[in-house]
């Protein structure tokens, strides 16, 4: 078994409505409640790094996943919304939903490609961690060629 470890150091200087810090090996940002929730709306934000981690699990799984199938691509992009409740107060992240959109060069892939974009779901790390607790959607698109 291996076991890999990630670290993060945060550091909130005041209250609710200051500003804060994040650093990780390859991250450093400001971060703050969202101004939409009544905040300084700095940096980034919790809500918004829940749907990044989800995404690039995503977004990386299925990339891998095409290559270990040889599907050969010329665009993948993810776009990726969150819905956060608020009820008598209370937040909850309810549902992520991602829209993937993967041009491949060949039409034989096709049906390979359209299993891989709803399997890399099921697969990522990020996924799996938040089954039972957050539903994640996805509303795939293949296109096969070019495209402008």
């Known amino acids: 078994m291996v076991e890999h470890y990630f670290h993060l150091k945060a550091d909130w200087p005041g209250n609710r409505n200051d500003i804060g810090t994040i650093q990780a090996q390859n991250l450093q940002t400001k971060i ?5 929730m009544d905040g300084p709306g700095e940096g980034t934000n919790p809500d918004e790094m829940l749907l990044g981690a989800a ?31 608020v ?19 060949n039409e034989k892939d096709s049906k390979m490609a359209t299993r891989l974009l709803l399997k890399a779901e099921d697969t ?5 961690a938040l089954r039972g607790n957050v539903e994640i959607e ?6 096969v060629g070019k495209v402008k």
């Open 32 to 36: 703050s409640i969202p101004l939409d």
């Open 55 to 85: 995404t690039t699990c995503y977004i990386i799984t299925l990339a891998a996943m095409l290559e270990r199938s040889r599907i050969e691509k010329t665009s993948l992009v993810v776009e990726s919304s969150a819905v956060v409740d």
């Open 87 to 105: 009820t008598n107060g209370i937040f909850t992240y309810k549902k992520i939903i991602h829209r993937p959109t993967l041009v491949i060069v």
């Open 124 to 128: 990522c790390m990020i996924s799996r």
């Open 138 to 143: 996805l509303e795939p698109t293949l296109f």
